[in-house]
Nanobody, 116 residues
Framework: QVQLVESGGGLVQAGGSLRLSCAASGDTSNILTMGWYRRAPGKQRELAAAFTSIGIANYADSVKGRFTISRDNAKNTLYLQMNSLKPEDTAVYFC??????????WGQGTQVTVSS
C-alpha cells in the first residue's frame, strides 16, 4: 500500500504563491504516476497537474504558466508550486498516485483559499 500526506495549504491573497507537498510512503517503488487534483466548492474534482508514466508534466489549461509540478524521488515527495494565485484556485487539493497492481491512492487533501 501507498500512503500520501499533503501539506502546504493555507490562506493567501490573490497574486500570492504557495507550495504544496505530498509525502509518499509505503510501497513507493510501484508508483507509476503521481499528480495533483483539486475540488472547488460546489464542483467536481479535476486535474490540476500530473506526471505521465514517462515523466511528462500535464497541466489543466486554467493553471498553465502559473503552476509547476515537480518531484524529489530521493525524498518520495511530490510538489506543486502555485504562483499568481487567483480566487478561482480556491479548492481542496489532493495528491494522487497510481500504484501498479493496486490502483489509485489518494491523500486526505489540503485546503487552499485565495482571497481577492
Amino acid at each position: 500500500q501507498v500512503q500520501l500526506v499533503e501539506s502546504g495549504g493555507g490562506l493567501v491573497q490573490a497574486g500570492g504563491s504557495l507550495r504544496l507537498s505530498c509525502a509518499a510512503s509505503g510501497d513507493t517503488s510501484n508508483i507509476l504516476t503521481m499528480g495533483w487534483y483539486r475540488r472547488a466548492p460546489g464542483k467536481q474534482r479535476e486535474l490540476a497537474a500530473a506526471f505521465t508514466s514517462i515523466g511528462i508534466a500535464n497541466y489543466a489549461d486554467s493553471v498553465k504558466g502559473r503552476f509547476t509540478i515537480s518531484r524529489d524521488n530521493a525524498k518520495n515527495t511530490l510538489y506543486l508550486q502555485m504562483n499568481s494565485l487567483k480566487p478561482e484556485d480556491t479548492a481542496v487539493y489532493f495528491c494522487n498516485a497510481y500504484v501498479n497492481g493496486v490502483g489509485y491512492a489518494w491523500g486526505q487533501g489540503t485546503q487552499v483559499t485565495v482571497s481577492s
